[in-house]
């Protein structure tokens, strides 16, 4: 099939970006696509006019540009998984009064695919294409704890509770597969705790994460098991849904 050589490098470059979480410069873009840089950068200079990469000027390397994540979120808005769990995820938040949040793993990382808002004052949000860390979120633990993700190698510290012990983490992965819910306890923001189930699919493999994050004030330790029951729950509800829905 005959291809248009300029889109298509500038497609490798989207690429490359993608996995880059650190950026890449003209030089690495250019040996990567065997091309001069002049070329490099005329190909980086377009993808940059049309938002889908950005510069960092303290670096001088690119990364993706925010118009991929808008793309990202119109497939988003289409995922089966989306759309089977959207009635649990309102039961979730009609139930506990705390938003509710659904995600799956992405470059490593949590990436939230749809989220039921609280009608609380003070609550806790997190947009559709949102990429968090695994190690110190609920649901990026789950995502961890069953999917086939590696632990990451540099656990990075967000607050005073996070853990940055691989064989610390490791542990509580066990715990957590033991247990079949994960809770963040102010792990990756202060004074924000979260509690995490899995979603599986036909095949008893996961599909996805589903939990719900809010104030330690409201979501205080004293209410985490009454939560966690109703989140337990509510995610074998979903899992047996998904289950039905592909048999």
Request: aromatic share 4%; glycine share 6%.
């Amino acid at each position: 099939m005959a291809e248009i050589q300029s889109l298509a490098r500038g497609l490798r470059i989207l690429n490359l970006l993608s996995h880059s979480p650190d950026g890449a410069s003209i030089t690495e873009l250019a040996e990567a696509l065997s091309i001069d840089k002049a070329s490099a950068s005329r190909l980086v200079a377009t993808l940059t006019h049309h938002g889908y990469a950005e510069k960092d000027e303290s670096t001088r390397r690119f990364h993706l540009g925010p118009q991929v994540v808008a793309l990202s979120r119109s497939v988003l808005t289409r995922l089966p998984l989306r759309e089977a769990a959207k009635p649990f995820l309102r039961q979730l938040m009609e139930k506990t009064g705390e938003c509710a949040h659904l995600a799956v793993a992405a470059q490593g990382r949590a990436l939230y695919i749809d989220q039921v808002e609280s009608p609380a004052t003070l609550r806790v949000n997190a947009q559709v294409g949102t990429m968090n860390p695994m190690h110190c979120t609920a649901l990026g633990k789950i995502l961890l704890a069953f999917g086939d993700n590696p632990i990451p190698e540099i656990l990075e510290r967000y607050t005073p509770h996070t853990i940055t012990e691989p064989q610390t983490l490791e542990r509580e992965l066990v715990q957590i597969r033991r247990q079949g819910y994960a809770i963040d306890d102010e792990e990756f923001d202060n004074g924000i705790r979260c509690i995490a189930v899995p979603a599986t699919d036909y095949r008893g493999k996961l599909a996805g994460a589903l939990g719900i994050s809010g104030p330690s004030t409201r979501m205080t330790r004293e209410r985490l098991p009454e939560l966690t029951k109703i989140i337990v729950e509510t995610g074998r509800a979903l899992s047996e849904r998904l289950s039905f829905t592909h048999s």
